[in-house]
């Protein structure tokens, strides 16, 4: 008989609270740095939890307006979960993980997309937009998402986490700061900012840490905002749940963090905060193969997708290339960014032919699974990059027709108390 | 009964011979020009046929050295069949195109991809490579192609034109030759050089013109290496046999050409020659949506996917990050190109270590259906994009395993003749 | 900021234990009758949860042995959590059910299939095997499944209610009594039995009704062993979380119930507990179509699957025919089902040759998701029936290869005390 | 330089006129003997082509009545192209065929798909329907079909071989003839009969042949009609161009034989001349695996299906039991065959519901990719079938709305010239 005996959940190693902000909260820490110390330990082959907040530490509400979009305080970020410490792992090895399972938290059935300000976060089309705050909140229905601030769609998560990683050496640690150090000063009052250098202020580890340790943390640590060659903030959508990932191992016991975790997400997070954001829970198991480094020529993380990615087989794919002829016309040398911007803008352009906003246009393309294609990288002058909206996530038939597009009113995405767009 | 009566085939508009330089043939030209009249002309809703000769126009042999590839005159590129012009389309209209079939001619089973001379032509890898020239032949068996200067392998084609476009008007054509102008003059004397400005030297119009036509053409006609806002050499492999493109129109008849046939080719055609390139027959049907450029906000073409590209489910993902970690580990700003390229260095390392070299590993990248996904471009200063290696073109299981990768045997690609590499 | 206070879960409406029998649980009932009456209430375009417990109500345990498979009680079965109404719905409407999630309970992370002995219970081989009891555990680690009693393979599952249905109105159910009964009369005595018949014994309403409703309720309700106009136990896997299915309704309110649920199926559930069986929790959402029977019409449901159902495209696929070839080499007149059981016995033999026992080989062709199409069902005599195993659930690679298959130890499945097989 | 002397095309080893009656043709013929010689043959490696002819031999014509469907004589078909001969195969061996290409020919770019007479041919539903002769013309354009007899409709073909085989050993055609001969005897006078025993009138073997060795073939012969043990008239729609099929050789050389070439067909083929029937070209190359019915216990042939098959992701799935309710209401045993015939009347109503005849939409599911899979056959008495329909063939959203479904006028199929349905 089935019996409470017989039935052993898997642990969670790592408890969180989502409606608590991060600093007051355990195992969680903002920075990466190899000081840190594990939080959790586990031996290979064991089935474990993590719970995790949102990016924010809970900064973003389940409302109407964008202020707290407008207001985030990005010091603080991104929360992560650990570090977790697998027993056996050492620099030079492999870490295998297994994405087991990416979900909200029961309590907790919605998610949000945020267009940041230019001066608070950017954005792909920060700049072009001269970007206000904008947010849409998701909805949880099982394996989809919809939204009251985007309505006519609806789509399957592809759940994973924004970032994951191991744990940096010293050494490598050094190249980070010294690579991006040399970045910024080379573009010294970028608004937004080309990169983010160590920031004391907000760093935060929810352990008790020698002091000379947190200020080493605090003062060193690597920033959160890209990922690197351990992984960290990658924000690819397709490491999702029941995906396959190898780590190379810098620190004995790897010391894995994540966090960031998003219900769905598309190629790119235009928006920055593109993806669905939300607190959840992540499960995972993982193993070791020694000198995996050597045997795999591992520089970044490598991985196996899952058999469960949403498959939506029907798709309008836009066209970019390296010349920004939604702006000022200005040819590009090979530029790939620059090329899916053009196809992003024109996604938002038909997007906004069938009736929503380009807010609404911007938001969707960040955080429903379209599909981003680098086309062809070698036709100098111009890279050729795509982007396809799979039109199976929207309620009505939008292909282009002979009549042309029916345009219907879906209203705006949530935007600032004071009406500014 | 069926009767050859009741049997009427699709008619070939353009016929050309494949075993025969480009420069003596009908129907074909190698600039874009609105002078260029149509060549054919068609009703919207005809089924009709279009052959085209590869895009060196002969220039390469199906043999087992790389002089050829070595020697290519680049001026004589690409060879394009058309124009066809179809009733009734007029400039702001869109041109519905289906490609209804992209094959080889029987006589000619057979398809190549090159890596280009870092000074003749060059690729993705051109400088980091310091390239010398090298190719692959191969084999059309039905719907796969395999080659004996890369065994071990064997994938589905998913065939397309890598260049197709419509004609463009002379005030477009003026903005092209402006703004790759400048950006020719910012990087004087660049090996390879970041673009092509008009070159009457190897212009050709398979008609018979006026002489001030022919001179226009050629001293104005914009090279056909890059893709455009009228699609052009995009090189997008799966804008394939099955899909419908919606093109804008910008003279009278749309003066559609097409050529550059590509058997397969991998997202980015890295090694810039990196298609199976292939002389073959394109199947072509067209409609016009009057007023189109309006109606969907056409700035390029946009297009549907076919229902029968190859799908192969199971792959191993390569990320790569805007850092160039397998050079002099300089931090670039959000740059996809960059990153694009350390994720097809890390897979071709890898694939180093299961026992192909350099240059096939580079050749397989550019030839076989590899998907290449922009993860995020917001995360500063490090865009990340992906690059998934399809399992199942192996013949072997190639998955990292515990005790490491089998390395094989598996020779070397075709060189010149000289042996230098 | 996020707060407990704007974030609503979405409700459970029917909550059970999955360690207690069924029979002392609230809101639980196995018969089919338009008389059973709603245990809930929900109105249109409501998000709500409803919990089920396995389908035998808690009789098999996690352990080693399958004494409880022998002595299932299947007098007991299927414990069904419901009925539902949905306000505003009436004979004739299209039920619209979105099947939003699927899981098991998290304090239970496990599920098994069985194989029942042939006289209590039976299977599709039952027969031919002479089944005595088998089963295999499963343990649930995220989206995956593995099987200490079937090593060597993993793989997504694609979770699904095996039952759920409206009530049948009280015509509907004379008309399946009726057409039962005549069936069970010309093959009286028939081991396995051909149909089962209205059953008090076991007969079981967790809601306190009156005495005569609950006795018509267990003299005349249906069974719940076969799928009928209403649904019911169809056990199609591809109804699985994501699908939304259009439903026919008979009675007021409609009266939806479900249970049965199952992680993972293979077509045909062919060792009849040949799900993985589990206890867990459903998320439902409901819309009404007015008039739909007639709309569409609709005389058993029609759904739409997933598009995060399990995709694997490598598979190797085995035919079967409508002749007994592995038995008495009888020719069946264009019977399908002969025909499956051939393509299913080829997939045997082929498992049995990479290691697997028979019994092992039986419960995963069951349990995982195996496709099998009817091919052709014109050829006379012959029905061509396939079964398509998807390659990427095993460890290794199991293709055919020159050299023959590797052999490998993979143990044997849980069997009885007694050992007899 | 590409010359005529380094392409070297696939050679063509039958070569048929598909405008002339297979029985003056060479290369071609109707029934399965093992002493039919090889009329060519092949080493394993070769990559080779072999026309086809339509499975009547030309008897049906492009017009717009079914007469020649209604006049149709049986005794001729199938004609094969055949036997060829693979050196070093052997009774006992497994010989992989790859099928790496089915295409028509360019100058006959159609097929049909025919609704036999119940007295001459039947289908899946002649007596049901009472079946009279209809048809439909499809007209191959590239990759897709479209038919005026069918508007409203566009696919891509799934095309394959219906029916391949190696040829069978005396003892093996011993039983065949046996087994079946006692079905016939056990349904003597059926309509449409329950098989064909071995009919002189109409065989034909296209090689000069001894007398007696022709009468041999003409008196014992296995008719074409079903599949069996060597593969045969299996009608697998995925057995197409691309896959690659694993045969157990029951005679030397092996003698593979093909024919009935199907531009697409859904599953069941309904209508029993369902597919889109065609004459056309398949390419092939074999190998030869010794030993291999032993090593992968072959009863029948195995296969890897096609990357290439066409992908509709977006379905509608009707589902069906073995309860006769379009009919008389009987409850079947059990019973797939009548499950799925359930299933295909639940789709052919609602097909007629978007304004679809019966007959139209009777030969678009036996045409189009349509799916089916068992989906359970445990679940006694009712077996459970399911027929998908994938939507992205369809002009139009056929998808159930609230509204109800739009009923178009799509006009009528091919019918007899004395309007007879």
């Given at each position: 008989?089935?019996?409470?005996?017989?039935?052993?959940?898997?642990?969670?190693?790592?408890k969180?609270?989502?409606?608590?902000?991060?600093?007051?909260?355990?195992?969680?820490?903002?920075?990466?740095?190899?000081?840190?110390p594990?939080?959790a330990?586990?031996k290979?082959?064991?089935?474990f939890k993590?719970?995790c907040?949102?990016?924010?530490?809970?900064?973003?509400g389940?409302n109407?307006n964008?202020?707290?979009?407008?207001?985030?305080?990005?010091?603080?970020?991104h929360?992560?979960?650990?570090?977790v410490a697998?027993?056996?792992?050492?620099?030079?090895d492999?870490?295998v993980?297994?994405i087991?399972d990416?979900?909200p938290?029961?309590?907790?059935?919605?998610?949000?997309?945020?267009?940041?300000e230019?001066?608070?976060?950017?954005g792909l089309f920060?700049?072009e937009f001269n970007?206000?705050?904008?947010?849409?909140?998701?909805d949880?229905?099982?394996?989809?998402a919809t939204?009251r601030?985007?309505?006519?769609?609806?789509?399957?998560g592809v759940?994973?986490p924004?970032?994951?990683?191991t744990?940096?050496?010293?050494?490598l640690l050094?190249?980070?700061?010294?690579?991006?150090?040399?970045?910024?000063?080379?573009?010294?009052?970028?608004?937004p900012p080309?990169?983010f250098?160590?920031?004391?202020?907000?760093?935060?580890?929810g352990?008790?840490?020698?002091e000379?340790?947190m200020?080493?943390?605090?003062?060193e640590?690597a920033?959160?905002?890209?990922?690197?060659?351990h992984?960290g903030?990658?924000?690819?959508?397709?490491?999702?749940?029941g995906?396959r990932?190898?780590?190379?191992?810098?620190?004995?016991g790897?010391n894995?963090?994540?966090?960031?975790?998003?219900?769905?997400?598309?190629?790119?997070?235009?928006?920055f905060?593109g993806a669905?954001?939300?607190?959840?829970?992540?499960?995972f198991s993982t193993?070791?193969?020694?000198?995996?480094?050597e045997?795999?020529?591992?520089?970044?993380?490598?991985?196996?997708?899952?058999?469960i990615?949403?498959l939506?087989?029907?798709?309008?794919i836009?066209e970019?290339?390296?010349?920004d002829y939604?702006?000022?016309g200005?040819?590009?040398?090979?530029?790939?960014?620059?090329a899916?911007?053009?196809?992003?803008l024109?996604?938002?352009?038909?997007?906004?032919?069938?009736?929503?906003?380009?807010?609404?246009a911007?938001l969707l393309?960040?955080?429903a699974?379209i599909?981003?294609?680098v086309?062809?990288?070698?036709?100098?002058?111009?890279a050729?990059?795509?982007?396809?909206?799979?039109l199976g996530?929207?309620?009505?038939?939008?292909?282009?027709?002979?009549?042309?597009?029916?345009k219907?009113?879906?209203?705006?995405?949530?935007?600032?108390?004071?009406?500014?767009?």
């Amino acid at each position: 008989m089935a019996t409470r005996a017989n039935s052993v959940p898997h642990p969670t190693l790592i408890k969180v609270d989502p409606f608590k902000p991060a600093d007051v909260q355990e195992g969680l820490h903002n920075r990466w740095h190899p000081d840190i110390p594990p939080f959790a330990t586990v031996k290979p082959g064991e089935v474990f939890k993590i719970e995790c907040i949102d990016w924010t530490g809970a900064q973003i509400g389940n409302n109407d307006n964008s202020d707290d979009i407008k207001n985030v305080n990005l010091t603080k970020v991104h929360n992560l979960s650990g570090p977790v410490a697998v027993e056996g792992a050492e620099p030079g090895d492999c870490l295998v993980v297994d994405i087991l399972d990416v979900t909200p938290f029961e309590q907790m059935p919605w998610g949000y997309t945020g267009i940041f300000e230019l001066e608070n976060g950017g954005g792909l089309f920060a700049r072009e937009f001269n970007s206000k705050a904008c947010k849409a909140i998701w909805d949880f229905k099982g394996v989809y998402a919809t939204s009251r601030h985007i309505p006519g769609v609806r789509f399957a998560g592809v759940s994973h986490p924004g970032l994951i990683g191991t744990a940096p050496s010293a050494e490598l640690l050094a190249t980070w700061n010294k690579r991006e150090g040399e970045l910024i000063a080379a573009h010294a009052n970028a608004v937004p900012p080309v990169a983010f250098p160590p920031e004391p202020v907000g760093a935060y580890v929810g352990q008790k840490l020698p002091e000379d340790v947190m200020k080493k943390v605090a003062t060193e640590g690597a920033r959160t905002i890209p990922g690197r060659e351990h992984g960290g903030n990658c924000d690819i959508k397709n490491l999702s749940r029941g995906s396959r990932c190898y780590f190379p191992v810098f620190v004995k016991g790897a010391n894995l963090s994540v966090g960031d975790l998003h219900f769905s997400q598309g190629d790119g997070e235009l928006s920055f905060c593109g993806a669905i954001e939300m607190a959840g829970i992540i499960t995972f198991s993982t193993s070791i193969i020694k000198g995996g480094v050597e045997k795999f020529a591992l520089k970044q993380p490598i991985f196996l997708p899952s058999p469960i990615d949403p498959l939506y087989s029907s798709k309008l794919i836009f066209e970019g290339i390296s010349v920004d002829y939604h702006g000022d016309g200005k040819q590009y040398n090979m530029d790939a960014t620059v090329a899916y911007k053009q196809a992003a803008l024109n996604a938002i352009a038909y997007l906004q032919k069938i009736g929503y906003t380009r807010e609404q246009a911007y938001l969707l393309l960040s955080a429903a699974p379209i599909e981003s294609h680098v086309g062809a990288v070698v036709d100098s002058p111009n890279a050729c990059v795509t982007l396809a909206l799979p039109l199976g996530i929207f309620e009505h038939d939008i292909l282009p027709k002979e009549e042309g597009l029916t345009k219907k009113d879906f209203g705006q995405c949530a935007i600032r108390s004071d009406g500014l767009l």
